[in-house]
C-alpha cells in the first residue's frame, strides 16, 4: 500500500507517526472521544446553543462528559463559551473561527466511513 503524499512529511525513515510529536496524535488529542465530534458537528449544523440544549440532542451524554468535553473543546481553541449575566445566568457554546477549518475534514472522514461502512 503506498503512502499518501501528504502523509510522507511525518511516515518516512524511522519516523513513524506512533512516535513523538505525532500530528495525527496532537489532532486526535483535540477531537478524539466518543463524545467531542458529535459537539463539534451540533454546534457547526445548530450554532450557539445552550448546555441543556446541547445535552438534549446528543442522546446518551452525560453531564459530567458533555461538560468535561467542552471544557478540553474550549481549551484547545474550538469551542467558544460565553457567559451572559442576567438572571437566569445563561451560558451559550458555540464554534471557533479557528474551527472552521477541522469541517471540511470531518466532511472527509465521514464519506470515509460511509465508504468504509459498504
Known sequence: MSTPENLNSFCSGNKCPCQEKCPLSSALKVIGGKWKIPIICSLYNDGPTRYNELRRKIKGVTNTMLAFSLKELEGDGIVLRTQYNEMPLRVEY?????????????????????EWKN
Open 94 to 114: 458555540e464554534l471557533t473561527e479557528s474551527s472552521e477549518s477541522l469541517i471540511p475534514i470531518l466532511g472527509k472522514l465521514s464519506a470515509w466511513g460511509k
